[in-house]
T-cell receptor, first 114, second 116 residues
Framework: DVKVTQSSRYLVKRTGEKVFLECVQDMDHENMFWYRQDPGLGLRLIYFSYDVKMKEKGDIPEGYSVSREKKERFSLILESASTNQTSMYLC?????????????FGPGTRLLVL | AQKVTQAQTEISVVEKEDVTLDCVYETRDTTYYLFWYKQPPSGELVFLIRRNSFDEQNEISGRYSWNFQKSTSSFNFTITASQVVDSAVYFCALSEIVGSARQLTFGSGTQLTVLP
């Protein structure tokens, strides 16, 4: 079974803090993704990575950065957290093989920025 | 641009009723994949099914069935004899190649509540 884990289920931070969200997958997947989920908006892609040290912007990258130093780990960084970044953050991974691009998700991190 | 529409925001049914969740999509791709995911209250998205654009066969898996119709750009999901444990948010998603990876465009989700 694919396993995607996220470092925290719940996180409370203050405005202006630097926030790190960590995601680890154990299936040797090349692709990894970060989404945020907000009521009524579904899931929106923030960034994705298709290989170590490679990254591409998604639909809403502003205010975020990412790091992928190892294949199994993909980090989302909020350089200076703001209240509008309060959200549910979901990490996913997938293989790049055609027909096997199903994304598998972690349990999510609920971030509250005060 | 791709788009996925789940017009039903919330549905409530009584246990053992059948329920259909609608999904309509838009894409210019000739090859694409459609997905359904389930998100229970715990928050984790659980993969249910993937369908590619060349395969219009309906699929049944236990109490779940999926009806893919290219002519109407729809990929509907039916739960037969619903159970309380089916209560969750269900997302339909469409994939496309962007850059070097296949990305998903999600619908806004349908909250299904199954009452005992």
């Amino acid at each position: 079974d694919v396993k995607v884990t996220q470092s925290s289920r719940y996180l409370v931070k203050r405005t202006g803090e630097k926030v790190f969200l960590e995601c680890v997958q154990d299936m040797d997947h090349e692709n990894m993704f970060w989404y945020r989920q907000d009521p009524g908006l579904g899931l929106r892609l923030i960034y994705f990575s298709y290989d170590v040290k490679m990254k591409e912007k998604g639909d809403i990258p502003e205010g975020y950065s990412v790091s992928r130093e190892k294949k199994e780990r993909f980090s989302l960084i909020l350089e200076s957290a703001s209240t509008n970044q309060t959200s549910m953050y979901l990490c996913a991974s997938s293989l790049p093989v055609r027909g096997q691009e199903t994304q598998y998700f972690g349990p999510g991190t609920r971030l509250l920025v005060l | 641009a791709q788009k996925v529409t789940q017009a039903q925001t919330e549905i409530s049914v009584v246990e053992k009723e059948d329920v259909t969740l609608d999904c309509v999509y838009e894409t210019r791709d000739t090859t694409y994949y459609l997905f359904w995911y389930k998100q229970p209250p715990s928050g984790e998205l659980v993969f249910l099914i993937r369908r590619n654009s060349f395969d219009e066969q309906n699929e049944i898996s236990g109490r779940y069935s999926w009806n893919f119709q290219k002519s109407t750009s729809s990929f509907n999901f039916t739960i037969t004899a619903s159970q309380v444990v089916d209560s969750a948010v269900y997302f339909c998603a469409l994939s496309e190649i962007v850059g070097s990876a296949r990305q998903l465009t999600f619908g806004s989700g349908t909250q299904l509540t199954v009452l005992p």
